[in-house]
């Protein structure tokens, strides 16, 4: 079956301008997750959502980053007035639940590069 | 605070020799510990896990990792290293503070096998 996917693979933007990352998560995964992986800070968690609400959005560095999630699938993470440190890799992953340890399954990544 | 720390950068072997990738955890309780791999412009990809029972866990492509309590050590180990197994290697935590799952990334260890 499909896996996680996300688009765009790579968006290069300038300095302020807002950009919108999608992620298609497994059909039936109820928890979704987005990450940041930067060369600086390794693998952060950023925020969670379970169906289409987000009860943890400790990891979203300011209010310039918010996420959400419709029909408990698609998820878009938006970054407004892009930061040249907001150059990382983007990743989406999703499970079944969130109980037992249930690993996740993560998509391919977005790289974003704000110049 | 929970943590994860993985000691090595970079770890280097020569094919058909085994390998170790170490791993050292800090959490409160009982660690739900897992490994990814990653490789060159690709998500993460799940290898293996422990949640409970035996220490030895066993995963895809020959990999297996020893939970060690009173070390709180959870190593990723190979009998003999094959040339491909050459990427990116996390070593990751169940968030215990939260019911989110959200996972706690160690800093990464490049793994290169040498022919």
């Known amino acids: 079956g499909a896996g996680v996917s996300q688009s765009p693979s790579n968006k290069v933007t300038e300095k302020g301008k807002d950009v919108e990352l999608r992620c298609d998560p497994i059909s039936g995964h109820t928890a979704l997750y987005w990450y940041r992986q930067s060369l600086g800070q390794g693998l952060e968690f950023l925020i969670y959502?379970?169906?289409?609400?987000?009860?943890?959005k400790s990891g979203l560095p300011s209010d310039r980053f918010s996420a959400e999630r419709t029909g408990g699938s698609v998820s878009t993470l938006t970054i407004q007035r892009t930061q040249q440190e907001d150059s990382a890799v983007y990743l989406c992953?999703?499970?079944?639940?969130?109980?037992?340890?249930?690993?996740?399954?993560f998509g391919p990544g977005t790289r974003l590069t704000v110049l | 605070a929970q943590s994860v720390a993985q000691p090595e950068d970079q770890v280097n072997v020569a094919e058909g020799n085994p390998l170790t990738v170490k791993c050292t955890y800090s959490v409160s309780g009982n660690p739900y510990l897992f490994w990814y791999v990653q490789y060159p412009n690709r998500g993460l990809q799940f290898l293996l896990k422990y949640i409970t029972g035996d220490n030895l866990v066993k995963g895809s492509y020959g990999f297996e990792a020893e939970f060690n309590k009173s070390q709180t050590s959870f190593h990723l180990k190979k009998p003999s290293a094959l040339v491909s197994d050459s990427a990116l290697y996390f070593c990751?935590?169940?968030?215990?503070?939260?019911?989110?799952?959200?996972?706690?990334f160690g800093q990464g260890t490049t793994l290169q096998v040498k022919p």
């Open positions: 990751a935590v169940r968030d215990m503070a939260s019911n989110t799952g959200k996972l706690i």
């Open positions: 992953a999703s499970s079944l639940a969130t109980s037992k340890g249930r690993e996740q399954f």
């Open positions: 959502f379970q169906g289409n609400s987000a009860p943890d």
